[in-house]
């Protein structure tokens, strides 16, 4: 009996089906890397919002652990308001500060983050004290006043998104491609 020859020559399908493979694999560690980047997700007090009482500290939280590398707050005036050195836990950057004149206060940052990339920003707030009691007269009756609450934004700004399709479309992308290589190369096979 003679057996049929086996071929040794890798099939044009095979081959492409690797190359298929190969890229899905690149196309989806690049997206997730991408991703993966550590942005600003909220910082208290909230870009651009108004106090009316003055706070110990501005904190940074990020969407990722950072390194803090450097935090500047500066007054209306273009004095520093920080009052302290800056700390960092975690994602959270934590900068005391003293809020002394009324205007426009610019927090900037640099930190750089887990995957060792710098991130730098800035966000600004005002500071509106409210204006000091005015003296009155002693035959004036006393009246009550309830303390001013802050006009600060109540919700934190949203975690930056990421550019780019979510891991789980390119996941599916991927499942869906491969299958139907799969698919093909069965029906190839079988009319063999």
Do not use: C, K
């Not at 007090?45 to 501005?58: C, E």
């Not at 006043?145 to 802050?150: C, K, T």
């Amino acid at each position: 009996m003679n057996a049929a020859p086996i071929s040794t020559r890798p099939s044009p399908l095979r081959g492409l089906l690797t190359v298929l493979v190969l890229a899905i694999g690149l196309v989806l560690g690049t997206a997730t890397a991408v991703q993966a980047h550590t942005g600003l997700g909220s910082s208290n007090p909230v870009d651009g919002s108004t106090l009316t009482t003055p706070l110990p500290a501005v904190d940074l939280t990020f969407t990722g652990q950072v390194l803090l590398r450097e935090v500047t707050v500066t007054g209306p005036a273009g004095a520093s308001a920080a009052s302290g050195t800056a700390t960092t836990a975690g994602a959270v950057v934590s900068q005391p500060v003293t809020l002394t004149d009324a205007g426009r206060y610019t927090v900037a940052y640099a930190v750089t983050s887990g995957d060792g990339h710098p991130v730098e920003g800035s966000v600004s707030f005002t500071y509106a004290p409210p204006p000091p009691a005015t003296p009155t007269s002693e035959a004036a009756a006393p009246t009550s006043s309830a303390p001013a609450a802050p006009t600060e934004a109540a919700a934190q700004r949203p975690a930056e998104e990421p550019a780019g399709l979510p891991g789980w479309v390119l996941a599916a992308a991927a499942v869906l491609v491969t299958g139907a290589v799969l698919l093909t190369a069965r029906r190839l096979r079988s009319r063999r």
